[in-house]
């Protein structure tokens, strides 16, 4: 296909989203001026109707990395970093931070590129637990499927401890996390260890206004390694999410986001042998409108990502461009649910989104620039802090421009679950089904299955335990299945309100379907300092 007859469908290509968002947009216009809402502005419900509003910074990582004591160390998260995980997720497009897009990088002729890695086509996900991958929902991948569509909940009011900086009406709560960790990746007959330095910074900055809200998350890790040998792990996010009030039974959520990080080797798509992946950057915008009518809830959200990749530093000392990943998504939502009562609520929701490459065609010659559509129906869950969550099931399918392509579908089980038995411990469960993008000659792509756990206990008065696991099962249509699987376990000992010592250990195994399998084993200890 040519590059001008590439170029000249694009137009018309755009017309899916936005004619699902005029649409959305006409369900979604109060016009029933006496319809009542069990839910007004300030409640639960101001989230934007999509799962629970939980803190927008909060993440699910299956692993522990060395920064996982920074995430655990401030006690009004209930979240653990890996600074390990491969996933960046982008800040959810519908209000909330999103989840997660990893497969689709282009295999080279020479075999330079064999793999496929961030590329995905926006689906559907499941308003839950963050996962953060670089496969997110409306990742910039072609896919944006990563995580589950974390729609833009609005922020949860935090009790005043006293800590945080106050800045007008503002609130900066800041941390930082140094530790040493040890590092040992064992691959068919080979063995690496290294032992690196992980400075880890953390801030959440949100507004105590009387009506709307604004919050600002962030978080960086920078590795240095100080024996051994072995790639470093750098990563960088920040979402911002605005919420306005518009009546008390409308609002608004617009969001914006940035993320960086590495490309994992033990992706798809990563470069076989490389001395130093990629790096991805993804820059997100969204927004969302959610109405309540009656018993009826409305959301109706459209959202942009852009993905772009640097070059690979190959083991020779040559440097291999990978712009022709570059791509841009979009994406529009319409979501209906019906109030049973104020703790159930069964939903239907659409997605149709599309990614176009800079590239009329990458490396090999054909064009992925796709069409996505997907659909699934559910049920929302909240009894109160004991249980709350949501579980959907649908079906998702990504159609190439290339001919030569085949069509990537999958039926789909999304969801998140927060368990409280008792005062202390908290059991997170979440549930993902993602389509990635492939970049090798002629393979479309695979559906990614994730599903995520994490239980946190707190043993003494100044002790918190934390244990992790994921396994994640790659689908691939023409060759054998991969299965990755981590497990973790951390412990806080909070020394005051101001310190914090943590100790972590993970393990991680993956299944490689086109080569030796993998062992990665890490252990470390830090301190945080949280003001």
């Known amino acids: 296909m040519s590059k001008k007859t590439h170029s000249g469908e694009r137009p018309a290509r755009l017309l899916g989203p936005a004619a699902l968002l005029v649409a959305s947009a006409a369900l979604l216009v109060p016009h029933m001026a006496d319809a009542q809402s069990t839910y007004r502005a300030g409640t639960s419900r101001q989230s934007n109707g999509d799962i629970y509003g939980t803190d927008s910074n909060s993440r699910t990582d299956p692993g522990l990395g060395a920064d996982s004591g920074a995430a655990l160390g401030d006690r009004s998260r209930n979240t653990f970093d890996n600074g390990r995980e491969d996933d960046l997720s982008a800040g959810n497009p519908y209000g909330t931070t999103a989840a997660t897009a990893t497969p689709g990088s282009p295999l080279s002729a020479t075999g330079l590129r064999s793999g496929s890695m961030l590329q995905g086509t926006p689906l559907p996900q499941a308003d839950s637990l963050d996962a953060d991958d670089l496969n997110t929902l409306i990742d910039a991948e ?120 590495r490309e994992d080797a033990n992706d798809p798509n990563a470069i076989a042998d490389a001395l130093d992946q990629a790096d991805v950057n993804r820059f997100t915008g969204g927004a969302a409108l959610v109405r309540d009518l009656g018993l009826i809830r409305g959301t109706a959200g459209i959202a942009v990502t852009r993905t772009t990749y640097g070059s690979v530093r190959l083991s020779d000392g040559r440097s291999l461009s990978l712009a022709d990943r570059d791509r841009t998504a979009i994406e529009g939502r319409l979501r209906l649910g019906y109030e049973i009562s104020p703790a159930i609520i069964p939903f239907v929701e659409a997605t149709i989104g599309q990614a176009d490459y800079d590239s009329s065609v990458d490396f090999a010659g054909y064009a992925r620039s796709s069409n996505s559509y997907a659909g699934r129906a559910g049920i929302e869950l909240d009894l109160g802090e004991k249980l709350r969550g949501e579980l959907a099931l649908g079906y998702a399918a990504v159609d190439y421009e290339d001919r030569r392509l085949t069509t990537i579908d999958a039926f789909t089980a999304d969801g998140a679950l927060a368990w409280s038995p008792q005062r202390g411990t908290v059991l997170d469960l979440g549930l993902r089904t993602t389509v990635q993008d492939s970049t090798a000659p002629g393979a479309s792509g695979w559906v990614d299955y994730q599903l995520t756990s994490s239980l946190s206990h707190v043993i003494l008065q100044d002790l918190t335990g934390r244990l992790t696991g994921s396994a994640t099962l790659r689908d691939f249509p023409t060759s054998q299945n991969e299965l990755n699987w981590q497990l973790g376990a951390g412990l806080i000992w909070t020394i005051n309100r101001y310190f914090d010592v943590t100790a972590n250990l993970g393990y991680e195994h993956t299944d490689s379907a086109s080569g030796a399998d993998s062992n990665l084993v890490r252990a470390g200890v830090g301190l945080t300092l949280r003001r």
């Open 142 to 261: 072609q896919n944006p499927a990563e995580g589950p569509l974390d729609p833009g909940e609005a922020p949860v009011t935090r009790t005043d401890d006293g800590l945080g900086l106050r800045l007008g009406s503002f609130r900066l709560r800041p941390s930082v996390n140094e530790s040493i960790n040890t590092e040992t990746t064992r691959s068919g007959g080979g063995k690496s260890t290294r032992t690196y330095l992980s400075t880890t910074g953390n801030w959440d900055l949100r507004s105590d206004w009387s009506r709307h809200a604004l919050t600002v998350v962030g978080e960086g890790t920078f590795e240095r390694n100080i024996s051994g040998r072995g790639a470093t792990d750098p990563q960088a996010r920040i979402d911002g999410t605005l919420r306005l009030d518009l009546a008390d039974d409308t609002i608004a959520n617009l969001t914006a986001g940035y993320a960086y990080q």
